[in-house]
């Protein structure tokens, strides 16, 4: 038989645990909303599966 304290420690651990799978599924969603956006606005050309060089801007083509 389990004590009180036991049962409320558990019962803290899983609300933490809760707490922070959904602050890491805040964050990924933030995350894709950010590279949607960018990508609506062309700042995202290649990334790491890609052969297209990443340019924040079109200056930035012409330095390289």
Not at 2 to 20: I, L
Not at 23 to 50: N, Q, S
Request: aromatic share 2%.
């Amino acid at each position: 038989m389990q004590s009180e304290g036991m049962r409320m420690r558990q019962s803290r651990d899983a609300a933490v645990v809760a707490k922070v799978k959904r602050e890491r599924e805040i964050v990924e969603e933030k995350e894709r909303i950010e590279a949607k956006i960018e990508k609506d606005l062309g700042l995202r050309r290649g990334g790491k599966d890609c052969n297209i060089p990443r340019y924040r801007n079109p200056s930035d083509r012409q330095r390289k």
